[in-house]
């Protein structure tokens, strides 16, 4: 997943694991099995709109846009309410957030309270580069062209994550490839299975 290794070069992953006092590695490990739920919750924010994926500029803006990115990047210790308020938009409840760090858990074999920690952090780094590289704030290397229906975030996103430019350009299906890309389909659904089932 490209988007990974974008978030190792610049930084973000090497802050989160300073503040958490782990290493890299494992940082990389927690981030790499919680970052396509992260998007997965995106993806059903824009579906749930009716606008679509072309929402998902206004929500990351709403969100708190690129100083997320710079909360967690900075040497202060990061505010991890903003990222809190992120994961309780794109998932709902805290059950769900809950039942992702114990998937990710089972996937990268790290502590599931560690991943707990590591999860609005993650989520707040995702959103403020998104909502950067998107246009959906001004940014240093952001351009201003128009985006036709949300086709700058949803080439951000093609960039990130790998998956080829083509498919036909119809209302941001482009963006639901792209959140798809890692072929798994949506992992946010199997884990809200798993949610309900821890909940019921």
């Given amino acids: ?11 973000g992953i090497d802050s989160i694991a300073r503040e958490l006092g782990v290493s890299p590695e494992q940082a990389q490990s927690g981030a790499a099995a919680l ?5 997965g919750g995106f993806k059903k924010q824009a579906q749930a709109q009716p606008e679509g994926f072309d929402a ?21 210790p990061t505010n991890v309410d903003r990222g809190n308020d992120v994961l309780g938009q794109i998932f709902g409840s805290k059950d769900v957030s809950r039942a992702v760090a114990q998937n990710a858990a089972s996937q990268s074999g790290l502590d599931p309270s560690l991943l707990k920690k590591m999860l609005p952090m993650l989520a707040m780094l995702v959103t ?19 985006a036709p229906q949300g086709g700058g975030l949803g080439d951000l ?13 119809n209302a941001g299906g482009g963006l639901a490839s792209i959140l798809d890309a890692n072929g798994d389909g949506n992992p946010l659904d199997d884990i809200l299975k798993m949610a309900g089932k821890m909940m019921g």
């Fill in 35 to 39: 970052v396509p739920a992260i998007l």
């Fill in 1 to 11: 997943m490209q988007i990974m290794d974008t978030l190792v070069e610049m930084g």
């Fill in 128 to 146: 403020g580069f998104m909502a950067r590289g998107s246009g959906a704030e001004p940014a240093a290397g952001a351009t201003g062209q128009a």
């Fill in 157 to 169: 996103l093609g960039g990130l994550l790998g998956s080829q430019p083509g498919g036909a350009g």
């Fill in 56 to 76: 998902l500029g206004g929500l990351l803006g709403q969100l708190g846009g690129g100083g997320l990115l710079d909360d967690v990047m900075s040497p202060q």
